[in-house]
């Protein structure tokens, strides 16, 4: 089939999906109530569950193309562990703002971000240049020491702030409103612009910097850009609903499976994907021990190892 | 005459290590320079340099009368092109698509593939002869195949000079030939200019124009190619003792570096 074919279909399935699944799990047969739970709470959480799987999607296939590695994502380069260590010390301090319109809890988890980028950038650049592999181990070292600063933050904690502390770290959709929305929908939509932008460039670093350059790509500002728009996105959304994992590694990846690597294809694909496996994964994770909830982020996880595995092994063989 | 490329005492250090130093040539129109030297002497370095990919530390490259470092990468990429030493990276893209890639230079974001975009595909695809397998993934191709790909695309640039970095390692003799007559037919009959960094000191001395020779990135020699095989300029390039021949079949002179009896020191 070719690309823009696969990929009408799957815009197709996620209008789908987008439409069906507010109305699954609904047992209340008053219409007046059922109609306040559809607009009110479902409706605003599968969007928003489409607007946070999209941008982690996009952002992990941004950084998959940009340092050659599929283990590269914006988690395992540390940028969202130190969004989280942002927002565990902005819960353990306890007290509230918010500025421009942000909320205190978005804004400490986007300054950890940014610490957090600056560190790797820091370090990596002072390692001769700017080297996937340096940046990719800096990312990882700086991960480990960001996560047991989290463990430090919740060992002070009260029982309550360190619950609350670990339920975010889940990874979760519960509490959406409109203005949730609000706060993400700027973030993500500046980041997949940019992101839709420079496919031509995510195509030619996908080739190798040498490579890039010499067709004329500017890598070194290129990069620099796609890293401070990617950091922003990712930062918004972990400081509204948590590290949600795995999407941003494997979702780039089924996409790369069924629509190949062409970034003019794959961007679309990625978060059409995204956003419809979240919505997917909150969805099981509202109904499957109802009316208890589990974390969506153990729903990722659970489900997208697995298939990842899954998926490796049969292109693998594919191959052979 | 007006030169193409003017490189002017060109030093290149990277983390407090020289990698170049003082490199001078010129490069007219139409030239086929080869660069030979040791291993680590720093003729990939140059390459990339005039490319864009590494940094000068001091000196000016001119191109077409332009200063390197005043050109956007765009602008560089529409005057030169490179073929980059093979690597073990996987590409995963096919053929077709990773050439129509090099036209990057000549599009913005939104800008639509042109008749000239495909003028320009049509002919670097036939020049090198690479029409039978324009739909296979990069990755299937052999050495050879993935060499003339390459360096379609980079013809699908359609800059007027041609770096290459040994295009002909890792190929079998016979892919040899077929590249080195690819490349001499881009200079004689296509007028592309061409640098070669090599280690096929009989193929440079016979085919190419002039010959830069650098050691411990230091310029050791540069003159005509039909004055490189004498022992006193391969001695001192290579440290190696050579003997000479000549071709049985065209009688051209051939080096072969000499072979060194048991026991006996260097």
Not at chain 1, 91 to 116: E, H, P, Q
Not at chain 1, 255 to 261: A, E, M, P, Q, T
Not at chain 1, 279 to 299: F, H, Q, Y
Not at chain 2, 14 to 41: E, H, M, R, V
Request: contains cysteine; negative net charge.
């Amino acid at each position: 089939m070719k690309p823009i074919n696969t990929l009408l279909v799957i815009g197709l399935i996620s209008l789908l999906i987008l439409c069906i699944s507010p109305y699954l799990g609904l047992i209340i047969k008053d219409p007046a109530i059922e109609y306040h739970i559809l607009t009110q709470l479902r409706l605003p959480r599968v969007l928003f569950a489409f607007i946070a799987g999209a941008g982690l999607a996009l952002c992990g296939m941004v950084f998959q193309a940009m340092f050659h590695n599929p283990l590269a994502t914006p988690f395992t380069l540390g940028v969202a562990s130190g969004a989280s260590l942002g927002a565990a010390i902005y819960v353990y301090l306890g007290f509230s703002f918010t500025l421009l319109g942000l909320d205190g809890g978005t804004f400490a988890a986007f300054l950890g971000a940014l610490i957090a980028i600056s560190f790797v950038y820091t370090i990596s650049r002072y390692q001769n240049g700017f080297s996937p592999e340096t940046l990719l181990l800096t990312g990882v070292a700086i991960s480990f020491f960001f996560s047991s600063l989290i463990l430090f933050t919740q060992y002070l904690s009260n029982l309550t702030d360190s619950f609350q502390i670990l339920r975010w770290l889940m990874g979760s959709l519960t509490t959406v409103g409109y203005r949730d929305i609000m706060q993400l929908l700027p973030f993500v939509t500046l980041c997949s612009a940019a992101i839709l932008w420079l496919t031509r460039e995510l195509n030619l670093l996908m080739a190798g910097d040498d490579i890039a350059l010499s067709r004329g790509v500017s890598v070194q500002k290129i990069r620099y850009s796609l890293f401070f728009v990617t950091s922003l996105c990712v930062g918004a959304i972990v400081a509204l609903c948590g590290p949600i994992g795995f999407i941003g590694m494997m979702v780039p990846h089924i996409c790369r499976l069924i629509i190949g690597n062409d970034h003019r294809y794959l961007a679309p694909a990625s978060l059409l994907v995204g956003g419809s496996f979240l919505i997917v994964c909150d969805t099981i994770s509202r109904l499957i021990i109802a009316p208890a909830e589990i974390p969506v982020g153990v729903i990722t996880t659970l489900l997208g190892g697995p298939f990842f595995l899954w998926l490796l092994i049969k292109s693998k063989s594919k191959e052979a | 005459m007006t030169h193409l490329l003017n490189v002017t005492d060109l030093s290149v250090n990277i983390a407090d290590k020289t990698l170049l130093s003082n490199i001078s040539f010129q490069l007219t129109q139409g030239d086929y320079l080869c660069i030979l030297g040791p291993n680590g002497a720093g003729k990939s370095t140059l390459l990339k340099t005039l490319m864009g990919i590494v940094e000068t530390s001091s000196g000016k490259i001119k191109l077409n009368q332009h200063s390197l470092s005043q050109l956007s990468q765009k602008d560089l990429a529409r005057q030169v092109s490179y073929v980059p030493q093979a690597h073990g990276h996987q590409l995963n893209f096919t053929v077709i698509d990773f050439i129509k890639m090099a036209r990057y230079a000549y599009h913005s974001a939104f800008s639509d593939w042109s008749l000239n975009d495909q003028h320009a595909l049509d002919h670097s695809i036939s020049i090198t002869d690479t029409e039978g397998f324009l739909y296979r993934q990069m990755s299937t191709l052999s050495g050879g195949e993935t060499q003339r790909v390459m360096i379609a695309a980079a013809l699908c640039q359609q800059s007027p000079l041609l770096l290459l970095d040994e295009p002909t390692s890792f190929l079998d003799p016979r892919h040899q030939v077929e590249v080195h007559q690819l490349i001499q037919e881009l200079n004689q009959q296509h007028g592309i200019s061409i640098i070669e960094v090599s280690h096929d000191l009989n193929h440079a001395a016979q085919h190419s124009k002039h010959i830069l020779a650098l050691k411990q990135g230091e310029v050791l020699w540069y003159g005509e190619s039909s004055e490189l095989l004498q022992d006193s300029h391969l001695h001192a390039l290579y440290d190696q003792e050579f003997v000479f021949t000549t071709h049985p079949q065209t009688g051209a002179v051939v080096a072969l570096p000499s072979e060194r009896q048991a026991g006996e020191q260097q």
